[in-house]
């Protein structure tokens, strides 16, 4: 079953009494700095992942800290509600896009599609909002294999291999959300 045929890019809300769905990890959860480090380095030789994606300005940074430089991070220059400074990568194409807390928008979507076409370069997509649910079209979009990374708060960091099993997950949770006409 093709779930993308099923979930269309679009303007998506997250209502309040849907979000306790969206609190269990997706993946494995890394709570320890050493395991981090190690898993870090797996992903960084594992030759046959397909693209590496972080979302979230921590994790973003802890890859980076590593020489690992993801194809796309999403970031919003937050953490836990206070302003980072941009992430310095060199070499990056960095494209701003607005996103506001509670939502998926169809442009941040679309532009997670777009930037996982792109082989020659990395993507910093910077969001102007909040980038927390783009986990969701990131690991919907990516290609089978691939690793989405992101902290889940106060617990560590989350590590998905994206199969089918997680896309179906990741589309059941989409379906509790409210999807918006752009008319």
């Known amino acids: ?30 709570t320890n700095k050493q395991d981090i480090i190690e898993i ?6 594992d030759n046959s992942i397909p693209k590496i994606i972080t979302v979230g300005d921590v994790t973003t940074q802890t890859f980076v800290e590593l020489s690992i430089i993801p194809d796309i991070a999403i970031i919003d220059e937050y953490v836990q509600r206070k302003r980072v400074p ?37 993507i910093i997509i910077k969001i102007i909002g909040e980038e927390d649910l783009l986990v969701l079209p990131s690991i919907l979009e990516a290609p089978l294999d691939s690793k989405v990374l992101y902290g889940q708060p106060n617990e ?28």
């Open 156 to 183: 560590g960091l989350v590590v998905v291999s994206v199969t089918e099993e997680v896309k179906q997950s990741v589309y059941e949770l989409i379906r509790k959300m409210v999807k918006i006409n752009e008319d």
């Open 1 to 30: 079953m093709n779930l993308l045929n099923q979930v269309k890019p679009g303007y998506y809300f997250l209502p309040q009494n849907q979000r306790k769905y969206f609190k269990t990890p997706l993946g494995k959860v890394i």
């Open 86 to 122: 941009l992430l310095q990568i060199p070499d990056v194409i960095i494209v701003e896009i607005s996103n506001p807390a509670g939502y998926i928008t169809s442009e941040a979507w679309t532009e997670i599609i777009k930037s996982l076409k792109i082989e020659e370069n990395k």
């Open 40 to 45: 870090a380095n797996k992903i960084n030789q």
